[in-house]
């Protein structure tokens, strides 16, 4: 019988135990970590925090586009993937202090790169989160920051991007959302991709037994 050979990616799996999301608290110290990044602090703390805030997918998140964001109207224009529900959702004071922040950065970067001359036409206007490059964020650069910030957290386990997600549904979860809005938040066409936030959550109990 040949012997399993233990993948980087099983003994990933395996150190990381059951649980694939992260809780408020590692999410508040994962944001904390990006201001110690002059650089990129500011860009990747907006991006976490729209990833765990609207249980964004690394590739949707990284896909976004300036259009999608009306801050005047203080919504953002989801669109899913896998065939899941896009919806419009509304953002929050935090949301778009760093967005109003972020936006502004990346103007002045653009018009950095215009007067060097060194992208030229390369530029990528549409996309919302830009690279050092001036071209859209790929998730391979994201995966990379997103374990590096969890290693400056202090984090028992190292994050990746999906942990966000389900991060999301589950603090939706501990505020008494159903499962049905959480389904609708996330996208999700099959609840039972949804069942898992809520069929553990305490809260659903409360009204029990009074």
Known sequence: MPVAVATPKKRQRASEGERKHLTLLEVDRLLAATKDNPRTGLRDRCLILLMFRHG??????????????????????????????????PLRTEEIRLLKGWMAERERRLRQWRKQGGAGAALDRQALFLSTRGVALSRKTFWALLRRYGELAGLALPPHP????????????????DTRLIQDYLGHRNIQHTVRYT??????????WR
Do not use: Y
């Open 162 to 177: 999906h942990m966000l997600r389900h991060a999301c549904g589950f603090a939706l979860a501990d505020q008494g959302a």
């Open 56 to 89: 964004l997918r690394v590739t949707e998140a990284c896909a976004m586009r300036m259009d999608q964001v009306d801050l005047e109207s203080k919504i953002l224009q989801v669109q899913r993937l896998k065939g899941g529900l896009s919806t419009t959702q």
């Open 199 to 208: 069929a553990t959550n305490p809260v659903r109990f409360e009204k029990l």
